[in-house]
């Protein structure tokens, strides 16, 4: 029992080569992608910054430049000049001092920093989490059924966007009083060049002030939280050190948060658009059976997970991908979106089956940079999307597919909004 991606362009994929980061290429990317696969699988392509870089799109490629530690995460091997460095991370993150984290970073210095962290964000942290991963789940969906219009909601800016960011605030020990400060300043963050000029790189030197004070705070008095087992972990006798704490507090909030917002929103779009799939997880959760919905997660981020290209890899020598020869220093982008629709993996990969099982999706990355948060974002999508199936059985999109409207941005996937309605009467809180 399948459902197809709906309204797909007439004939699939594009005949002649597609333009890339259009609006309408950001609705629907997986034609170009199919494109690029056939008939350029790797190759070298201007971005809208300005910045050329290689897209790698098949997912044996994908995998192996993944784990090639000759493709280094460090900016300094950009073979760039400064100015043009800029345009490849995260905005704002170098002039707040906030390079030093997992993302940026190659082994020895990765290997100690990802140990030290593993320490504090133990699968036990997460799992002991759930409880109140649930409490604000069911909070948001309280807020939005008695808050808003009669049987209306957005389920991105209510639902989908708030709950991680209240879920690793208080992971993180930031106290609730400061937690809408935190909504602030990563609601700039996820607009991509949609709000103010220069809000973004202002909302990260903001959000590392703050960051500085309460990791102070914490040594003075330390918690149950995640910022106090990050100053408190150690390895050999070594610490992180102050901007390392606070670079490391800085990449949990802020991949930790769009990717969820994504995962919960695009999956449910998923839902919503295949009405046959929907049909099963529902059963499944109303006979007390959560296998579909945990097969059902993997396959959601892999038919349209929350990251599109993994993040920015630089050659550190020359090397080869997929036959094509990369020079020292050039910048290559995995596109995790094209991998794991790569039909040379996954049979009838344009094809939503929640129950799909040989599920090796790409989504969370692969090799020494596999996605350190992936058990809580699983957490949250499992727990967000089967508390939307169980208390609005009947909800459903109150927009046409075509007028919805995907965020721009390079690395992420998700929508700018996800308007639905629903029945109230059926809203009640399920046990």
């Not at 649930?134 to 049987?151: P, R, V």
């Not at 991680?164 to 992971?171: G, M």
């Not at 993040?311 to 982008?333: K, N, S």
């Not at 058990?375 to 075509?402: H, M, N, S, V, W």
Request: hydrophobic share 40%; aromatic share 6%.
């Amino acid at each position: 029992m399948h459902d197809q991606q709906p309204a797909p362009p007439p004939g699939g994929t594009p005949e002649s080569e597609p333009e890339l980061f259009t609006w309408e290429f950001a609705s629907n990317p997986y034609p170009a992608y199919a494109w690029l696969r056939d008939n350029a699988p790797v190759r070298k392509t201007p971005l809208p910054s300005g910045v050329d870089a290689w897209l790698v799109t098949r997912y044996a490629d994908a995998r192996q430049a993944l784990a090639d530690q000759r493709l280094s995460k460090n900016p300094a091997h950009h073979d760039e000049p400064a100015h043009a460095k800029r345009k490849t991370g995260i905005p704002g993150e170098r002039g707040a001092n906030l390079m030093t984290h997992l993302l940026n970073i190659d082994p020895p210095d990765h290997t100690r920093l990802r140990r030290l962290v593993a320490k504090a964000f133990t699968p036990r942290r997460v799992a002991e989490f759930a409880p109140r991963v649930q409490e604000l789940t069911d909070q948001l969906i309280d807020t939005f059924i008695e808050e808003g219009e009669e049987g209306s909601a957005d389920l991105i800016h209510e639902f989908a966007f708030p709950l991680p960011i209240y879920a690793i605030c208080d992971l993180l020990g930031v106290p609730r009083e400061d937690q809408d400060d935190f909504r602030d300043w990563a609601g700039m963050m996820i607009r991509h060049g949609g709000g103010p000029r220069g809000g973004v790189a202002r909302s990260v030197k903001k959000m590392r002030g703050y960051l500085a004070e309460l990791i102070h705070r914490k040594r003075l008095e330390p918690g149950d939280d995640l910022i106090s087992g990050l100053i408190k972990a150690s390895d050999h006798g070594e610490h992180l050190t102050e901007n390392e704490a606070a670079a490391m507090a800085f990449i949990l909030l802020f991949a930790g948060f769009e990717t969820t917002v994504n995962l919960i929103g695009n999956g449910m779009y998923a839902l919503l658009t295949h009405p046959e799939q929907r049909a099963r997880l529902q059963k499944a959760l109303a006979d007390g059976d959560t296998g579909l919905l945990e097969t059902g997660v993997e396959e959601l981020l892999r038919f349209d997970g929350p990251v599109e290209l993994a993040t920015w890899r630089f050659a550190t020598e020359p090397l080869t991908i997929g036959g094509q020869d990369i020079a020292a220093g050039d910048p290559v982008l995995v596109v995790l979106a094209a991998a794991d629709r790569d039909p040379a993996r996954f049979e009838e990969p344009d094809t939503l089956d929640l129950s799909r099982r040989d599920n090796q999706h790409l989504g969370y990355g692969h090799g020494i940079h596999y996605c350190l948060g992936a058990p809580l974002a699983r957490l949250e999508g499992r727990t967000a999307l089967a508390t939307l199936l169980r208390r609005l059985p009947d909800l459903q999109l109150a927009a046409e597919p075509g007028d919805l409207r995907w965020r721009g941005g390079l690395i992420m996937r998700g929508l700018r909004t996800l308007p639905v309605k629903f029945t109230t009467a059926q809203t009640t809180v399920s046990d």
